[in-house]
């Protein structure tokens, strides 16, 4: 190796799960815009694959747990003399790989008893407790002074899985979770979801795969799968980090658990259903537009437990494989419309912090939630409630405005005036329809429950129309990507409780703004 490396490049200390390597995508192809010479990483087990996979990381070292091969890295990060490090992990171990390697800037989150080891001991901001855990690698690299900009975790799809259009139907399978058995929703559920599928395609070519340490489990499903006159092929533990890929590359659905695959076909934007359990979807669920999280919302989830400590699992109660198969399937059916960028519509549920535009690059935005729209002066409401679908108009309802509103929208848009904010609501719900909008092309913001639960509801609360296209299309399931505002942890954790179906929780809305619009790209 070259040892003649500048004294200003930058180390990052990588995550050692897979999946949380793959949620740390958008951070480290921020550091390698902020640092173009590259960026070198640090990593255990699969991670280090996945990581030699993305656009400027130059090199990718193995932190192997033996004394002794940990001597050895520590000798020759010292050689390569790097000027600062970024360290993901909050573990005291983390940190002390950067000290003993005497690399003079060391940064990263506070606790565990590391922060003596750093020149830059971040305190986590409560307000992004709840918060997908992406954030908090991307706050990590603010404080540093790198521009951290979001984006959605993607790896170039293998050329080989480029023909996915044949119209062969690969399920892959993934009953494991090295993590623990409580993040497990069951090798029956899975190999009857598999059943039912076979039923409607009965070439398909069924798949399984995961860890070496999930191969017990793999075992259960292809028993069951056998004994139904399936012949799935097990690739569970025998397949190398770039065999993974390209097997759910070229998958037209995959079903897992909250577990490494799941990140992966998320990232490889293949349709990927995932029952959750113990595990928060607002922190760690899947960041494709292609994803559909089913949970039941049981009152001890989420927890951390790596083994469910009471007899049944409380919360897979209820969560049945034909539920599994029907939104899975409607996923695939959602992702088989037709969809133009340019007519995406963001639903704001939210009042922005006042110096925050209202999605100012969006064709259009449709404001529904008459208190959010308080700010806005009396002046500008058109006249007469009978205007509901006319077009660029918002709905406001008349209960909310206050003494002294503010404008946001400076005269750019008509409003035109509802009895009361339900109605606000629903006559915005139908303009939405009227211009073509519907969840298949939209993204959400919210950042209270009654929001949350309104916008889970609304397809059954829709007054009847005329039928349309666009009203059926509105009908299917409500919206995959559902963006939660999350400045009070206990917004988002009450959320995950009640299954409110967000796909992400972003600690601000500025955050949750910002996420949408790369999500509408």
């Given at each position: ?88 992990p909050n573990s005291f171990g983390a940190a002390l790989l950067a000290f003993l390697a005497r690399i003079p800037v060391r940064i990263g989150y506070a606790g565990d008893g590391r922060s003596l080891l750093l020149t830059e001991a971040v305190a986590k901001n409560r307000a992004a407790l709840g918060a997908h855990e992406a954030f908090s690698y991307l706050s990590l690299l603010e404080t540093a002074g790198i ?375």
């Amino acid at each position: 190796m070259d040892n003649a490396i500048s004294h200003h490049a930058l180390l990052a200390r990588g995550l050692n799960w897979l999946g949380d390597a793959v949620i740390s995508i958008p951070a480290i192809r921020a550091l390698a815009l902020a640092r173009p010479e590259g960026v070198a990483v640090v990593a255990r087990g699969g991670a280090r694959e996945l990581y030699r996979a993305l656009p400027g990381v130059t090199e990718v070292w193995d932190d192997k747990k033996s004394p002794r091969d940990r001597y050895r890295l520590i000798r020759e990060l010292k050689k390569r003399r790097f000027g600062e490090a970024i360290l993901f992990p909050n573990s005291f171990g983390a940190a002390l790989l950067a000290f003993l390697a005497r690399i003079p800037v060391r940064i990263g989150y506070a606790g565990d008893g590391r922060s003596l080891l750093l020149t830059e001991a971040v305190a986590k901001n409560r307000a992004a407790l709840g918060a997908h855990e992406a954030f908090s690698y991307l706050s990590l690299l603010e404080t540093a002074g790198i521009p951290a900009p979001f984006v959605l975790p993607s790896l170039a799809r293998p050329e080989a899985a480029k023909g996915r259009e044949s119209g062969e139907f690969r399920l892959a399978l993934a009953p494991g979770a090295s993590y623990g058995t409580a993040k497990r929703f069951g090798a029956k559920g899975f190999a009857k979801t598999a059943r039912l599928y076979a039923e409607i395609f009965p070439r398909a070519q069924i798949t399984l795969v995961g860890a070496a340490a999930e191969i017990g489990e793999a075992q259960a499903a292809l028993a069951l799968l056998r004994a139904s006159g399936l012949t799935p092929l097990d690739l569970t533990g025998k397949t190398t980090f770039a065999e993974l890929v390209r097997v759910l590359a070229e998958a037209s659905l995959v079903l897992c658990n909250d577990s490494g695959v799941m990140h992966l076909a998320a990232a490889l934007r293949t349709p990927v259903a995932v029952p959750f359990g113990p595990t928060n979807p607002l922190a760690t669920g899947p960041l494709s537009r292609e994803s559909r999280i089913l949970r039941v919302g049981a009152e001890c989830s989420p927890c951390k437990y790596r083994h469910c400590p009471k007899p049944e699992k409380l919360c897979y109660r209820g969560l049945e494989p034909e539920s599994l198969f029907r939104e899975s399937r409607a996923l695939l059916k959602f992702l088989s419309l037709p969809r133009d960028p340019a007519r995406s519509l963001i639903l704001s549920f939210v009042a922005p912090p006042r110096e925050t535009a209202i999605a100012p690059d969006a064709p259009l935005a449709f404001v529904l939630d008459a208190v959010a729209l308080a700010s806005i002066p009396p002046s500008r409401l058109a006249p007469g409630p009978d205007q509901g679908t006319r077009p660029d108009a918002f709905p406001l309802g008349t209960d909310s405005l206050k003494p002294k509103p503010r404008a946001y929208f400076q005269g750019k848009y008509p409003l035109f005036q509802a009895p009361d904010a339900r109605r606000a609501r629903l006559w915005g719900a139908e303009m939405a329809l009227s211009r073509g909008f519907t969840p298949q092309n939209s993204v959400f913001l919210a950042n209270s429950l009654a929001a949350l639960r309104e916008i889970k509801d609304l397809p059954k609360t829709l007054p009847d129309a005329r039928p349309s296209p666009a009203r059926d299309a509105a009908l299917a399931p409500w919206p995959v990507a559902l963006v939660l505002n999350a400045d009070e942890p206990s917004l988002a954790r009450q959320a995950a409780r009640e299954n409110l179906i967000p796909t992400v929780c972003a600690p601000s809305f500025a955050r949750a703004l910002e996420w949408a619009q790369s999500y509408l790209k």
